[in-house]
């Protein structure tokens, strides 16, 4: 299995400014995904975090929006760039593990509860 | 994108009762999962369902998943207060590369 840590678990932001959430990963996992979930809802999709290179965004995600980075197998990184109240949500990073038999495993972690003034 | 639709939104059971959530897509997925999350974590993953037809059983949960692998449904039977929480399936597209699509997620509460 993986166990997977965020930091930070909350915030409190203004408009207009910054925040960078980190994913560290215990095991190296294949593929990363990063998600966007409001309580009790369904999560949304936000990019593929590729090692080295440049995240696969989903539609409605931008790069100067949601700069990602994942420099090794193991941690990566998503910033919220010039913040709004309707990025006010809760995000979360997945890893896959690859199992034994074929079987795929996706794990989460906690999520990040951003609140934006 | 392949839409998947979850229902209920929301059930409200009292301990001992049974009940069933169901998924379902017009859309092919080549393996379908089911996950729970409870306040403040992440989704954990309960199971994931491969073949059309097959039934996986968990202890008290029966997953099953339909035969053109477009749909699945999750059985909770004598449901118990620690079976709260919200439960969601997620679907495989083919080719993903492991990207879900995840469907609405119904909010069950099992009260004592």
């Known amino acids: 299995s993986a166990v997977i840590s965020q930091k930070p678990s909350r915030d409190i932001c203004q408009r207009g400014t910054s925040l960078t959430i980190q994913c560290q990963v215990d095991s190296q996992v294949t593929m990363m995904f990063w998600y966007r979930q409001q309580p009790g809802q369904s999560l949304t999709l936000i990019a593929t975090a590729n090692q080295g290179s440049e995240a696969t965004y989903e539609s409605g995600f931008v790069i100067d929006k949601f700069p990602i980075s994942r420099p090794n197998l193991t941690f990566s990184t998503l910033t919220v760039s010039n913040m709004s109240p309707e990025d006010s949500s809760i995000y979360l990073c997945s890893g896959i593990l690859v199992g034994t038999g074929g079987t795929d495993t996706q794990y989460f972690g906690p999520g990040t509860r951003l609140t934006v003034l | ?112």
């Open chain 2, 1 to 112: 994108t392949q839409l998947l639709e979850q229902s209920p939104q929301f059930l409200s059971i009292q301990e001992g009762e049974n009940l069933t959530v169901y998924c379902n897509s017009s859309s092919v997925f080549s393996s379908l999962q089911w996950y729970r999350q409870e306040p403040g974590e992440g989704p954990v993953l309960l199971v994931t369902v491969v073949t059309g037809g097959e039934v996986k059983k968990l202890k008290r949960l029966t997953f099953q998943f339909g035969d053109a692998r477009k749909d699945s449904s999750l059985h909770i039977t004598a449901a118990q207060t620690g079976d709260t929480g919200l439960y969601l399936c997620a679907g495989d597209e083919t080719d993903s590369w492991g990207k879900l699509q995840f469907g609405a997620g119904t909010q069950v509460v099992v009260t004592p």
